[in-house]
């Protein structure tokens, strides 16, 4: 193979691997699918043909709050500071560390001080899916 073969070839080569140019609709379109539930980013990059990083880079730029639906956006939670006390709980009361969660469709979750953390955040996104 002569010297002006090899750059031939080494020209096509690098032609094939052209920089893609992707529109922020695209963008954002690709990175919504890695939003939904049991989505794999490695999976939609290589659909897409893209590496992975570049979608995690994406993901930041954009911002994945604003590409959730409205019902998982992350809201306050209404709260009323009143004057009256709330009457003493002894330690040794069973009701000591004692939580209540009131969701936004009336659903009540009642906990004591020691769930774990994990396992109420999953009974609470399955309650607001409803």
């Given at each position: 193979?002569?010297?002006?073969?090899?750059?031939?070839?080494?020209?096509?080569?690098?032609?094939?691997?052209?920089?893609?140019?992707?529109?922020?609709?695209?963008?954002?379109?690709?990175?919504?699918?890695t939003?939904?539930?049991?989505?794999?980013v490695?999976?939609?990059?290589?659909?897409?043909?893209?590496?992975?990083?570049?979608?995690?880079?994406?993901?930041?730029?954009?911002?994945?709050?604003?590409?959730?639906?409205?019902?998982?956006?992350?809201?306050?939670?209404?709260?009323?500071?009143?004057?009256?006390?709330?009457?003493?709980?002894?330690?040794?009361?069973?009701?000591a560390?004692?939580?209540?969660?009131?969701?936004?469709?009336?659903?009540?979750?009642?906990?004591?001080?020691?769930?774990?953390?994990?396992?109420?955040?999953?009974?609470?996104?399955?309650?607001?899916?409803?």
């Amino acid at each position: 193979m002569s010297v002006t073969e090899r750059e031939g070839q080494a020209a096509s080569d690098s032609a094939g691997r052209r920089r893609r140019l992707w529109s922020d609709d695209e963008k954002r379109q690709i990175v919504a699918e890695t939003l939904a539930p049991g989505a794999s980013v490695s999976i939609v990059a290589r659909r897409h043909d893209l590496n992975a990083n570049m979608l995690f880079t994406w993901r930041r730029q954009i911002g994945t709050s604003a590409l959730l639906p409205a019902g998982d956006a992350m809201t306050f939670v209404p709260a009323a500071i009143t004057t009256e006390a709330a009457p003493p709980v002894s330690p040794e009361s069973p009701l000591a560390g004692r939580m209540e969660i009131v969701l936004a469709d009336g659903d009540r979750i009642i906990t004591g001080k020691d769930v774990d953390a994990a396992a109420l955040a999953r009974v609470m996104k399955v309650l607001s899916r409803r």
